[in-house]
């Protein structure tokens, strides 16, 4: 198993992972990079098209992870400010301190995405695991994330936001609950 940085060259790695429909109904990983409004005008093309510049704009977004040659994981993360939906002040995952959602040294980790087959198999830690060195490296001060407590089970799709015993494990601390359930938890670099 390796983790690599999503760059242009992973593209297709990308697209195999996410497949026709895009991950979750479509996604392609917008939900907390545009607006609700954008994203319900959106097709599922639009919103593979809008990610798609993302990656060949830089830098990467996000982590994927491999089994071999073939990409079974994927977590979003980078500055807070290139997840926007993720800052309003209505979110649980709105930030701690005022300008937070602005300063490049404060890191989000919003979204993953594992392949059916590969779920149970601890793939969510591996990714925390590398996206903190992932972070450090790239001159975060805090990462933050804003994982769900509970599910009904592993298939759930509201655990896009990952599992709190997942960030427990890697080291994060609860920061603030603002409602329950779903903490933002931080990790200080």
Known sequence: MTVK???????????????????????????????????????????????????????????????GERAVGWMQIGPRADVPEWNNAGRVSAPLQQGD???PAVWAISCFFVRSKARGQ????RLVA????????NGARFLEACPMDHSKDS?????FVGSTRVFEKAGFCLAASRKTGRPLMQFRL
């Open 122 to 125: 601890g793939l969510t830690h």
């Open 5 to 67: 940085p999503l760059t242009p060259d992973l593209w297709p790695a990308f697209e195999d992972l996410f497949g026709r429909q895009g991950a979750c109904y479509g996604c392609w990983c917008t939900h907390f990079r545009l607006p609700p409004a954008v994203r319900r005008g959106n097709s599922h093309a639009s919103n593979k098209e809008f990610m798609k510049a993302r990656i060949e704009t830089g830098p990467p977004p996000g982590l994927l992870a491999f089994d």
């Open 130 to 137: 590398a996206g903190i060195d992932f972070a450090r490296d």
């Open 155 to 159: 298939r759930s799709v509201g655990l």
């Open 101 to 103: 959602e602005s300063d």
